[in-house]
């Protein structure tokens, strides 16, 4: 399989459960990327992990949890969410050579009741 | 703080129709990418603009780079509804380049 795939496509949970997002890319690359796509807003970056080693969090709340075990995978785990949180939840990752071109998976519609 | 700005936000356009749609800054971007995300999936890479004044064409798609490079426009001939969508702009961050400044987007119907 080629790409960035990402499990499950959709996910409707409770506020007091815990899930995980799990990303895996197959393109040899060493960037990856955990995005917030919510209506009405751009894109809203969350993590970036680098060879392994996170290297942002934008004031991400601590009920989103990543995890990049190595450079192929990419988890966010999730507990005690809120409504708020419902939104498409995108992976990405990036080479290091060349442009900055981050290619996307097709998301976690993720619904919070 | 740099910011991308697109326009309009949402187009309705009928199948044949020629179409524009902007992505402006007031700052200098040293690249511009544009993407198309298609409903139930991620963002997909179109093009990416270097040069200022630089211009590509992807079949019935041109893009354009401002001569100051700090805007870009992506026009559109004869739409038809595979380019239903939401097209995005975005641009590296000054000093990070693995970072995005992303546009809010221009979701674009073709209607048959």
């Known amino acids: 399989e080629t790409g960035v795939t990402q499990t499950p496509r959709h996910l409707v949970m409770g506020m007091t459960n815990k899930k995980s997002l799990k990303c895996e890319q197959h393109l040899g690359h060493n960037a990856m990327y955990w995005y917030k796509q919510s209506a009405k807003k751009p894109l809203e970056l969350m993590f970036v992990y680098n060879f392994k080693e996170q290297t942002e969090n934008n004031s991400v709340p601590s009920r989103f949890s990543p995890e990049c075990p190595n450079s192929s995978h990419l988890f966010l785990h999730l507990h005690t969410l809120q409504p708020e949180d419902s939104a498409l939840y995108l992976c990405a990752s990036r080479g290091e050579r060349g442009t900055d071109t981050q290619y996307f998976g097709p998301g976690t519609r993720l619904t919070v009741l | 703080t740099q910011l991308l700005e697109q326009s309009p936000q949402f187009l309705s356009i009928q199948e044949g129709e020629n179409l524009t749609v902007y992505c402006n800054s007031s700052s200098v971007f040293s690249s511009l990418q544009w993407y198309r995300q298609e409903p139930g999936e991620g963002p997909v890479l179109l093009v990416t603009?270097?040069?200022g004044g630089e211009v590509k064409k992807l079949k019935r798609l041109t893009f354009q780079f401002g001569d100051a490079r700090k805007d870009s426009s992506l026009h559109i001939t004869a739409a038809q509804p595979g380019d239903t969508g939401l097209y995005l702009c975005a641009g590296p961050y000054a000093g990070n380049n693995r970072k995005l400044i992303w546009g809010l987007g221009t979701s674009l119907a073709v209607n048959p």
């Open positions: 603009v270097v040069t």
